[in-house]
């Protein structure tokens, strides 16, 4: 069974809440899992991280996009693919191939069919088992964000077309994607979240 899961939605959706409240709930039944940030994850990652969201940085979208699938191409072999055949963990992702679709394909511009392909690639073919998306208001998740960071600053236009790019991926890929209403309380999207979870993993 293929055990990695992705949690995505635009800067400002509520994912690193409900991350951290999903890991408690794993680690309170015992089942093992591992977790990993993108861009992150490894030594050569971080560094790129560091470099893309660096707001003194002036990167072109295609250099942005080629940085963001080196980060996680280099994080897939080193992290993710290992621990994906020994089975023993869940393999928790805070981002992945789907954020640099909707942010660099959606938000960008730079050609779809070109980011898949190099995706491809990039990851092995390796893809969630689940995606979890946070879809919120606009204004909501902008109100969030204190401290912002390159991508961040890009705007409420530029997140509104990563925001509806989401939601197109999400419709061409309706088995993976689990839609949560980012609007409600956090209970209530935690509840949501662990009950599709455990529909999708622990019913036997």
Partial sequence: MNTLISFEGIDGVGKTTQIKLFLEKLKSINLNYLLFREPGGTVLSEKIRKIL???????SNLSETLLFLA???????????????????????????????????????????????????????????????????????????????????????????VKNGFLELAKLNKNRYVIIDANKSISEIQIYIWKQFCNRYLKK
Wanted: net charge positive; proline share 2%.
């Fill in 53 to 59: 969201l660096d707001n003194d940085n002036d990167i």
């Fill in 71 to 161: 980060a996680r191409s280099d994080l897939v072999k080193k992290k993710i693919k290992p621990n994906l055949k020994n089975k023993k963990s869940y393999v928790i992702c805070d981002r992945f191939l789907d954020s640099t679709l909707a942010y660099q394909s959606y938000g960008r511009g730079v050609d779809l069919k070109l980011v898949k392909a190099i995706t491809s690639k990039a990851t092995d073919n390796i893809s969630p088992s689940t995606t979890f998306l946070l879809d919120a208001d606009i204004d909501l998740c902008l109100s969030r964000i204190i401290t912002k960071d390159r991508m961040e600053n890009e705007g409420k236009y530029f997140l509104l077309k």
